[in-house]
Nanobody, 124 residues
Framework: QVQLMESGGGLVQTGGSLRLSCAAS????????MGWYRHAPGRELVAVIS?????NYADSVKGRFTISGDNAKNTVDLQMNSLKPEDTAVYYC????????????????????WGPGTQVTVSS
């Protein structure tokens, strides 16, 4: 299984910055993809940034948020700049990983994993 743990959330004023970090641990073969989702009050869970073969940013965070990571350490960070009140949400780290090595990549199965979430609050 893959365990994810986020850190770095908190309270910040409009225009401020925060950096979230996430590390994957546990017993697994490899992590294929890591990213961040957020869940704002009264809204659906949405993808913020995903990173795998390609990196995709939600339109609402382009130019303000940057994802970075260390594939060897299975970590991913989210640098959030120019924060706005509408960025207030619980941020979840996401990973897609496989548990065992297979004889052929076509047999490799990937599973989705989520961290417990970290609260980000942007005050106006």
């Amino acid at each position: 299984q893959v365990q994810l743990m986020e850190s770095g959330g908190g309270l910040v004023q409009t225009g401020g910055s925060l950096r979230l970090s996430c590390a994957a641990s546990g017993s697994f073969y490899r992590i294929k993809k890591m990213g961040w989702y957020r869940h704002a009050p009264g809204r659906e869970l949405v993808a913020v940034i995903s990173s795998g073969d390609t990196t995709n940013y939600a339109d609402s965070v382009k130019g303000r948020f940057t994802i970075s990571g260390d594939n060897a350490k299975n970590t991913v960070d989210l640098q959030m700049n120019s924060l706005k009140p509408e960025d207030t949400a619980v941020y979840y780290c996401y990973a897609q990983g496989s548990l065992v090595r297979t004889l052929s990549p076509k047999y490799e199965r990937f599973y989705d994993y989520w961290g417990p979430g970290t609260q980000v609050t942007v005050s106006s």
